[in-house]
């Protein structure tokens, strides 16, 4: 039986490669671009909302304030967000890091929620610092949190949370 030659084999190599490339790039042309530099403000505030955790303690990731603003992000149905408190500790070192957010309103299309937000470091590459589904109720919401990551567990370790209308902060 002929054995195939080196030229054939070379052509797989490189349509492996290429497509390997060109599948990376279309992915990743997909994704929200997190490191736009600087962040646009949230304005003007849509709704402003104080959240606090269904438990006793206060998980870390968890903001307490989220302005949610009318100006488009991203150009994929997001818009402009910021949670309070809006710094967080570095991976390394002593230094802080500031978050930005985003939101999307679900509409009709899922009645459980009606709104998504997430918050992360802009650039980073460890996925969201957390993500909050939740369902508003004129000027409360309830729903549940999720601190983020780039690995997907096998079980979600929501946190259920509730939430009421706020007055925004000036400038917002």
Known sequence: MPRPSRFLDSVQIVAATLASVVLTSA?????PDRSRSPSPPPKPAV???AIWPDT?????????????????IGGIGFR???VSPDRVHARSGDEEDTLRAEWHAH????AADSIYVDWYVPGAIY????????????DSLSGRAVQGSDVIPLVVPWLSIHGRSESCPPGA
Request: hydrophobic share 40%.
């Open 80 to 82: 402009a967000a910021a």
């Open 47 to 49: 709704q402003c909302y």
């Open 127 to 138: 996925g969201p610092i957390g993500k909050l589904y939740a369902h508003v109720h004129g």
């Open 107 to 110: 509409g009709r299309l899922y």
């Open 56 to 72: 006793g303690s206060w998980p870390p990731f968890l903001p307490k304030h989220l302005v949610l603003g009318a100006n488009p």
């Open 27 to 31: 992915l990743t042309a997909q994704q």
